[in-house]
């Protein structure tokens, strides 16, 4: 029996629906909300019955009704870390995505969206693979100072995807292979997945691996120290600094890599070494993680929006291909990502985790 699925992905500025029967899509929709109207709000959190009005009318502006669903599935946000996997949307995680335990982000929206409208569809609400994703091995964690831990913040969702697609197309399973998958976007990540497990990564969010589009990556310690008591910036501002305005944002104004790469060609010097320093710095990323899965590496999957520019990726792989062969799946789709998600467990292929339960 074929199995109806309505997917909420919640942005900063928009909120991306899509319509599933098992796989294919029905529909796929971003809904945008104006400055406007989102400043109305004090928080994240507070925008949620705004959001699911919207939702709701655009379904009954197209007459689908809620009793046509079998289940609604979010974006998961920044719970506290989890393992991976696909996890029901319980009164206790609904209450940590509106508290935002990890912080505010868009992605918190996700779960509670979704559980208040299978909530009056009387259906099954889940989320899957969350940005919080933990499932480090121990000496992964340690810093070199007790007092600042490292944390796994990435983009699980679609690099545990990628892997699964990669498996499946190769007749194997996710378990079953060692693969280093790289994210590039507007923030990058790489991790390594050992046997179906992300046992380490570069935090994505604010302070570790390659820089990105929007964000500054690790910095040399000493003289991020100084900044921020140097007086010229506050606390706030240099966390805007680092995660918003770092990275190909600092070096040249701009975070649009198709921008950079016409500069490039236009023979601009400054944008072509910010470029030559990106690709240098995800490489070595990859080159680390090689080292944590002791050089048994299956494969390397490039995925992400810049994974659209054959010229990045290309360069990154003639740094890298001496560890693995790479397979490059550009741009991403999270809407089927979760709606994938959602399917393993109404078929029965994988149990819903209970988030109570984990913690």
């Given at each position: 029996?074929?199995?109806?699925?309505?997917?909420i992905?919640?942005?900063?500025t928009s909120t991306k629906?899509g319509i599933f029967?098992?796989e294919t899509?029905e529909?796929?929709v971003?809904?945008r909300?104006?400055a406007a109207?989102?400043?109305?709000f004090?928080?994240?959190?507070?925008?949620?019955?705004f959001?699911?009005?919207i939702i709701l009318d655009f379904?009954r502006e197209?007459g689908?009704d809620l009793?046509?669903?079998?289940?609604?599935?979010g974006?998961g946000?920044m719970?506290k870390p989890?393992?991976?996997?696909?996890?029901?949307v319980?009164?206790a995680?609904?209450?940590?995505l509106?508290?935002?335990?990890?912080?505010?982000h868009?992605?918190?929206?996700?779960g509670?969206?979704?559980?208040?409208?299978?909530?009056?569809?009387?259906?099954?609400?889940?989320?899957?693979d969350p940005?919080?994703v933990?499932?480090?091995m121990p000496?992964a964690?340690?810093?070199?100072l007790?007092?600042?831990?490292?944390v796994?913040v990435?983009?699980a969702?679609n690099?545990k995807?990628?892997c699964r697609?990669?498996?499946?197309e190769t007749g194997?399973?996710?378990?079953?292979?060692?693969l280093?998958?790289?994210h590039l976007g507007g923030?990058?990540?790489v991790?390594a997945?050992?046997?179906?497990r992300?046992v380490d990564?570069f935090?994505?969010l604010?302070g570790?691996?390659?820089f990105?589009?929007?964000?500054?990556?690790?910095?040399?310690?000493g003289g991020?120290i100084?900044?921020?008591?140097?007086?010229?910036?506050?606390e706030r501002?240099?966390?805007k600094?680092?995660?918003g305005?770092g990275g190909?944002n600092?070096?040249?104004?701009?975070?649009?890599?198709?921008?950079?790469m016409?500069?490039i060609?236009a023979?601009d010097?400054?944008?072509?070494?910010?470029?030559d320093?990106f690709?240098?710095?995800?490489?070595?990323d990859v080159?680390?993680?090689?080292?944590?899965?002791a050089g048994e590496v299956?494969?390397?999957?490039?995925?992400?929006?810049i994974?659209?520019?054959?010229?990045?990726?290309e360069?990154?792989?003639?740094?890298?291909?001496f560890?693995a062969?790479?397979?490059?799946y550009?741009?991403?789709d999270?809407?089927l990502?979760?709606?994938?998600g959602?399917l393993?467990?109404?078929r029965?292929?994988?149990?819903?985790?209970?988030?109570?339960e984990i913690?």
């Open positions: 029996m074929a199995i109806r699925s309505l997917v992905n919640p942005g900063s629906l029967t098992d899509a529909m796929e971003t809904l909300h104006c109207e989102l400043g109305r004090d928080s994240i959190a507070a925008q949620q019955d959001r699911r009005e379904l197209r689908t009793r046509g669903f079998d289940v609604v599935v974006r946000g719970l989890v393992p991976g996997g696909v996890y029901l319980t009164d995680l609904y209450r940590d509106e508290n935002g335990v990890q912080g505010e868009a992605s918190n929206l996700g509670i969206l979704a559980r208040e409208i299978a909530d009056e569809a009387g259906i099954p609400a889940y989320i899957v940005v919080v933990d499932e480090l000496a964690r340690l810093s070199g007790p007092e600042i831990p490292r796994s990435f983009h969702l690099q995807s990628v697609r990669y498996a499946a194997r399973k996710y378990e079953e292979l060692n280093i998958g790289v923030g990058v990540s991790a997945h050992e046997k179906g992300v990564v935090n994505a604010n570790d691996g390659a990105s589009p929007e964000r500054a990556g690790a910095l040399p310690v991020l100084r900044r921020c008591f140097s007086g010229e910036v506050t501002e240099m966390m600094r680092v995660a305005g190909f600092a070096y040249v104004g701009t975070h649009d890599v198709r921008e950079i016409e500069r060609e023979g010097g400054k944008a072509k070494l910010v470029m320093a690709i240098l710095q995800v490489s070595k080159g680390a993680m090689a080292a944590v899965l299956d494969r390397i999957l490039i995925t992400g929006g994974a659209n520019n054959r010229q990045v990726t360069a990154i792989t003639k740094r890298v291909e560890i062969p790479v397979t490059v550009p741009g991403e999270e809407l990502e979760l709606a994938q959602a393993r467990v109404m029965g292929e994988e149990q819903a985790r209970i988030y109570e913690r």
